[in-house]
């Protein structure tokens, strides 16, 4: 597993949805579109794709399984591996946001130079 490949971004909100506890596939679908506001919308073969990818780089693995309503629901969990790489690719975005900030600022453009600052 590469960490200094950049995530693509429904990558990193999947990773994401998975941060907080574990969650099935329609909850990982509606915890993404949630945390983008609306702008990335997987669909189901495009996030069954990515668990898997991301199951076979020991980023997620299932949680659980159980049935309902005769359908079989699996739940996936963030691993160790997987936060640490979340973490290492927010503290990634972190720096570059930082430095953009930065540089909108020196140049004048104050409207963009506080928005999300933080320590």
């Known amino acids: 597993m590469s960490t200094d490949r950049p995530l693509q971004e429904p990558t990193f909100l999947i990773l994401t949805a998975l941060a907080e506890r574990p969650r099935h596939g ?3 679908i509606t915890e993404v579109q949630r945390i983008s506001d609306g702008r ?6 495009t996030l069954y794709g990515a668990l898997d990818r991301l199951r076979a780089e020991g980023l997620v693995e299932v949680d659980r399984e159980e049935v309902v309503d005769t359908r079989l629901r699996r739940y996936y969990k963030l ?8 973490g290492a690719e927010a503290d990634r975005l972190r720096r ?24």
């Open 96 to 119: 570059h946001a930082d430095i953009a900030r930065r540089r909108l600022r020196a140049a004048g453009h104050t409207r963009y130079g506080s928005a999300g600052a933080g320590p």
């Open 79 to 86: 691993t160790e591996t997987g936060g640490q790489r979340l």
């Open 40 to 45: 990335v919308r997987l669909r189901a073969g």
């Open 26 to 28: 329609y909850g990982v």
